[in-house]
């Protein structure tokens, strides 16, 4: 057996393994006994472990040196494995262990904070969760920018620099947008109440609608929506709330961006590197271009108004106008995960500008509450009330997820860009939109960008798809446009 | 660290993968999407093939040698560890791997084959498998007895001789009460239609009476009942049928018997070799006396009938009595999980016989059939009117499960030894059951059995608990007692 074939048999067995660790997580969402939870940690730390020690085994690394790929793919199957080897081997294992250990204290710590809004008992640990990270960022940029070498993990081939570039030229336009638009009347919410088993049967005809493949996946509740696992078996989940069906039904459509992407991947690339979603950010472009560009436009909403009318009867809302208002309603607020598709940006800015700073050193977890909350004044015009509302709204520095942030308003961007060039590409989408047929985008998507799964560069699997390299051009375009109608500016 | 100490960390860990692997199987029968077969067949494999390198790791005989237990239970440990590190490391891999896809595929063939009643169709295949499962057998046995070295996969301690003896003297009384009660006028039969739903909830109910801990773990509905995994994840399925509700609700109370079990050790045993069943003989006595002796006998049939009452109001069973005896009813039939408590142990005494005749040699595959429809008249009078009612009913040869069926009766005959001991030590137990109360049972069964989970072999934990030796006596005074009673013999 050649150097390649060894190398790919031994990552297919590693890749089934860690589609088994998903799955794990899955379950402990949606099915797992409540009992059971300290005996599912140990599970999980074994598996881990497993995974850990074929990540760093020397073997990945002699194969790596002799194999020669027979093609481009297999080329690309090198310079994934490469980077998890990479990955794995730079960081000592202590430091490693220490992590987890230390950040699975800190999320009880964070969750404990935020009930009792209290930062100063979340300062210390994180303070350690920031040293700790910062220590782990030095050995994997080896003397290059520790920020820079964290977005690896999530967005690889991209810098703090670059990401900040196109974050600056956002942020002017976008805190004129909101102030604009927030000064005109709001659209009437929703009101009254929607039977939540009704609900979830419209989440699942939406899934359906959105090219999801339910012989190859499942859609259940749980506390927060997600999607998990790769290839034949892409589950996920959404939840429900009497007074708001848009959490559910959005959520679901959210989900099914990003399940559908993962189900559209190449099969010849299953249970390899390449048999997933290219990053965070380019996921999050299939996700988000589902649930607002195609879902929150107007001839998508006037079939949803249908459906909705069919599932819940008269709920209030006129007409299917008066619908994409409602469902496009912007309302000054804290909270990063209600933001709408005009302030959520600038949620993700002030994170990733923060977490930034606490990386190079330049910013104390002292002065972390003030700075969000001066922050958050200039760009949103309003004091932070206390801190669940402020810096301790999230969870992800709390487990270490330094870098994680600007992948979402990456992923906005990319979804700006391929917006753009599918609307150019399939001339009567708004058409086929408007009978609740989506199969003219979802083919699109699937034909130019998720059928490649991690084959190309995050930046090039955008850049094959629309012909033109990712900018914040065509988002921002996009919101003025969609917002400047809505609320007449 | 001590190398017991060492020993016991890296057999934790195997445990917690073993757990792992257990819960891929629950996944696979409960929610798995259909579509995603085939890749859950390469993380199993992925999966196993961890497992057996954990335990074939030659770290462990280094360990085994140099540990010394501190205490009864450590030693107890070792002698797990040691059967386990000996059994896998016996088999040369290449013959493990040839037994795995043979039986893979051999499932397949015996499946098609039970379905076109062609007995011809399945030979190959099996003989392929008995070939690898005796040259297995006498790598185990490395000189020994072909058998018993492939029995003490499923029950450590005893030989195909012991059980032999056993069969031996079970058979004629069964036989003859077989006869007997077949002469008689069989008691009515359920008719009529009964809602699932309410079936469910039913069987629900009667995990809880039993004493299924739901906290720790969870009834979902599969095409075969089964229990699955061990200490606080331990999940029952069951299964429903419009026309035969007792289907669903003694499923449920025989895999509530073995989860029960699971749930019951000593949780300082948790993820060790010891913190499970005895042994599949063992384990089925829970299932059984659950079932059997408390489920099926006249007191808690009484509490039953009121329960069932409640659920579907007249189902045309007058009365207690009369529900007590259609529960009861015995009448002839060609297949083995269907079989009542007269005629189940004549099912297993004639695949047992046979089963041993293929190892040994003295019975070619070719003369199988002709020696099971024989056999099968000489027992029960009757001939078998077509395969899938005779040898090829079972998945359990294809799949290479040789020593296995033997462990259903003597599971009979320990429960049959546990009842008269349960009786003798809970003198008001029949008042309990009338009540619905199974607590003298199961805690009695929990204190003397259930807590010590592997810590005896199998024998000394019945011994322990009724205090002799376990004998077919108990069990075949009880039959004859009660099917005389019903049967007005």
Chains 1, 2 share one sequence.
């Not at 969402?29 to 999980?44: F, I, L, S």
């Not at 696992?229 to 959520?251: K, Q």
């Amino acid at each position: 057996m050649s150097a390649f074939d060894a190398l790919m048999a031994f990552q297919r067995d590693t890749e089934a393994l860690g589609q088994i660790a998903g799955r794990l997580g899955w379950d402990q969402e949606t099915v797992m006994p409540r009992g059971a939870a300290a005996q599912r940690g140990e599970e999980m730390a074994a598996i881990d472990a497993v995974l850990h020690a074929r990540r760093c085994d020397p073997r990945v690394g002699e194969w790596l040196e002799a194999a020669s790929p027979p093609d481009a793919a297999g080329q690309a199957q090198l310079r994934e494995i490469r980077r998890a080897f990479e990955r794995a081997t730079k960081v000592p294992a202590a430091l490693s262990r220490r992590i987890a250990q230390v950040t699975s204290e800190a999320q009880g710590k964070w969750a404990a904070a935020r009930a009792d809004e209290n930062v100063a008992a979340f300062l210390p640990v994180l303070e350690e969760v920031v040293a700790l990270k910062r220590e782990e960022g030095a050995a994997l940029a080896a003397g290059g920018n520790v920020y820079d070498a964290m977005v690896q993990d999530y967005e690889p081939g991209t810098s703090g620099a670059a990401i900040g570039a196109i974050f600056d030229a956002m942020r002017p336009r976008l805190v004129a947008l909101r102030a604009a638009v927030l000064e005109r009347p709001a659209p009437a919410a929703l009101k009254g109440a929607f039977d939540t088993s009704a609900q979830m049967r419209l989440a699942r005809q939406l899934a359906r609608v959105f090219g999801y493949d339910m012989n190859r996946g499942r859609l259940d509740k749980a506390v927060h929506p997600f999607s998990s696992g790769s290839g034949a078996d892409v589950r996920i989940t959404t939840r429900t709330s009497p007074t708001d069906p848009f959490n559910c039904l959005y959520s679901t459509i959210h989900e099914t961006g990003h399940a559908g992407y993962e189900q559209a991947v190449d099969p010849a690339y299953a249970l390899t590197p390449l048999g997933c979603g290219a990053s965070m950010g380019v996921h999050e472009s299939q996700s988000r271009i589902y649930e607002n560009q195609i879902g929150r436009g107007r001839a998508f909403a006037g079939w949803l108004y249908g459906r909705m009318r069919e599932a819940f009867g008269d709920f209030g809302i006129a007409d299917a106008d008066a619908f994409h208002a409602t469902l496009n309603r912007v309302h000054a607020g804290f909270i990063r995960t209600e933001a709408d598709e005009v302030q959520y940006n600038l949620h993700i800015m002030l994170r990733f500008d923060l977490e930034r700073a606490l990386m190079a050193g330049d910013l104390g977890t002292n002065d972390l509450e003030a700075a969000w909350n001066d922050r958050f004044a200039a760009d949103f015009g309003q004091e932070v009330d206390r801190p669940s509302n402020g810096c301790l709204q999230d969870v992800h520095w709390s487990v270490g997820l330094f870098g994680y942030f600007p992948t979402y308003a990456l992923g906005n961007v990319y979804a700006g860009c391929l917006y753009r060039a599918l609307c150019a590409a399939v001339p009567d989408l708004d058409a086929q939109l408007e009978r609740g047929d989506t199969s003219g985008a979802t083919g699109w998507l699937r034909d130019n960008l998720q059928r490649h799964g991690r084959r190309y560069a995050p930046r090039e699997t955008i850049e094959r798809a629309c012909g033109t390299a990712p900018s914040e051009g065509p988002l921002l375009d996009y919101l003025e446009a969609k917002f400047g109608a809505l609320y007449g500016l």
